[in-house]
């Protein structure tokens, strides 16, 4: 083929590649070599689909197990796309409105998925079969998903993610160092009788608390909501947002997780094994936890009843 045959929008983009390969000290015909070598693409190797299929174990013989393990899978994937936006904001160097609520919208719609499609534990196993494979797993348990900590300490100041009854004692001199041994989550993991660490909380602490510790100072001016304080404060569109988005964490989620709570493991309050030890009855519903990422975008009279439609809504819907 002579050099008139090539077409020109070849040529073109061949005289591309010379640059760019030319720029980093590269020989553009070493790589064109292995362009004509490689093998094609195909969708299994690019998603790596068979090692994929293979993360599967059961710890028993138990068929339910098996979607037990692939749901948890599934929302830690989900929580790493929500990581992977909350970074293309927070790390942003020219953030505008309109980039700030595109990448809230994809974050709130992985949320809405996960809720929606919660039945999946709720209903979809068989009870018996719950409460036998679920104390082979012993002493793990959801409340240690360290990605899902991630995004509240990103989502917010710090402050925000204390116990309650601690908020009144944080001013300006308390470190994260210091409410971080308040944070909210510890009450989940706590012996009813002695108020003790469970084992899984000792476990969860061992592995991520310097990483949370780490990741609340480098968001202390870059998490959401010192974003919208500092760049958008009058902006509705975000406000709207970051309101779904504080909906759909401290309620829609964790209502989701309570429901499905009571259906497979309501037994006396002392009675709490097949959790892990985790103390649900208090940590989960948001009448007690009372997280509110964003306080100044809810009336007093929103976060008084804090969760509480929610709770109608779902009662209204099985009359």
Known sequence: MQTEDIPPHILAQVEKLEHKFEAMGQDLSSYLDGLLYANYLTYWDYVHLD?????QTPKTDFPDEQIFIMYHQITELYFKL???EIKQITQHEFLTADFFVARLQRIN???AYLVNTFEIMGDGMEKEQFLKFRMALLPASGFQSGQFRMIE??????KYLVDKDFYRQIDTHTTVEE??????????AT???????TLTLKKFEEKYSEIFIRLAHTHTESNFFRLFKRKFPDSETVKIELRKFDALLNIDWKLAHFGSAVRYLHKEPADI???GGTNWQKYLPPRFQKMIFYPELWSAEEIEDWGKSW????????K
């Open 51 to 55: 090692t994929l299929l293979s993360l």
């Open 82 to 84: 929500i990581l992977h």
């Open 109 to 111: 719609r992985y949320f």
């Open 153 to 158: 300490i990103c989502a917010t100041d710090f």
């Open 179 to 188: 409410m971080y041994e308040h944070i909210y989550w510890r009450l989940g």
């Open 191 to 197: 012996e009813l009788a002695t108020g003790k660490k």
């Open 273 to 275: 094994e097949a959790t």
């Open 311 to 318: 709770v109608v809504e779902k009662l209204g819907r099985k």
